[in-house]
């Protein structure tokens, strides 16, 4: 019996389950970190991609109000200079005080204008480097997805990313586009209004319309109140 019974322990010890030994170059950690170090990728991109729309939004509303308020120095100055330009058809006392105040307004408002164009050619330039942060953004999600250890879900939140930011260098160019169409039709603008006032200047010399060389003179020139007109 003795016999049989260790007969049977052998047997049973043939038919035991192996017992599994990992190979040595196994890591079983590699998905895992894996995983964990896309999800952190994507936390951040994802953060990103915030503080870019954020920072659009913003930089339309600038664009928006700068805009706003050389429109509304343009009708402001527009009305100056028609009113100066109405009293000098009819006549007027040469050098007249009031037209004077009127003209250094007109030329405060031309000033206003062109400190819009300044903070429009600012703005230009900040819009460029949401360009390059959006570029960075999509260049990060394509090595993102080369990273292994991803699950579907990681892939689809980096592909969400992907697509939000090119929605955002669609904003970007089109708030390009409008900044240089504004500032090219302002210095155009101002180019022409330069010279029409510095011509207005003259006829309030004078009290009357004409031009240059016409044998009146003497009377002083209208100058100028420099002053700088804050962008609301």
């Known amino acids: 019996m003795a016999a049989i019974v260790l007969a049977g322990c052998d047997q049973s010890s043939v038919f035991a389950p192996p017992v599994s030994t990992p ?33 659009i939004a913003a930089q339309q509303a600038q664009f928006n109000a700068t805009r706003g308020q050389l429109a509304g120095d343009t009708r402001a100055y527009s009305g100056l200079v028609s009113g100066i330009t109405s009293r000098l058809q009819a006549g007027t006392t040469p050098g007249n005080p009031d037209l004077v105040n ?7 408002k031309l000033d ?40 579907d879900a990681d892939h689809r939140n980096l592909r969400a990313i992907e697509s939000e930011t090119r929605r955002s260098m669609q904003q970007i160019d089109r708030l390009i586009a409008d900044l240089n169409a504004e500032i090219a039709r302002e210095n155009t603008f101002l180019g022409r209004e330069r010279t029409n006032l510095a011509a207005l200047s003259y006829n309030v010399n004078i009290g009357r319309l004409g031009t240059p060389g016409g044998g009146q003179g003497g009377a002083v020139t209208p100058q100028p109140t420099r002053r700088a007109v804050p962008l609301q």
Not at 39 to 47: A, M, N, V, Y
Not at 125 to 139: H, K, M, P, W
């Open 23 to 55: 190979p040595s170059n196994a890591n079983p950690a590699i998905t895992q970190t894996g995983t964990q170090t896309v999800r952190k990728t994507i936390e951040q991109l994802r953060s990103d991609q915030a503080a870019l729309n954020n920072g």
């Open 102 to 108: 009127q003209w250094n307004a007109a030329q405060g």
């Open 112 to 151: 206003a204008v062109t400190l819009g164009v300044g903070s429009l050619n600012s703005l230009a330039s900040q819009v460029t480097t949401q360009a390059s942060v959006a570029g960075y953004l999509l260049e990060n999600v394509r090595l993102t997805l080369m990273v292994g250890g991803a699950t």
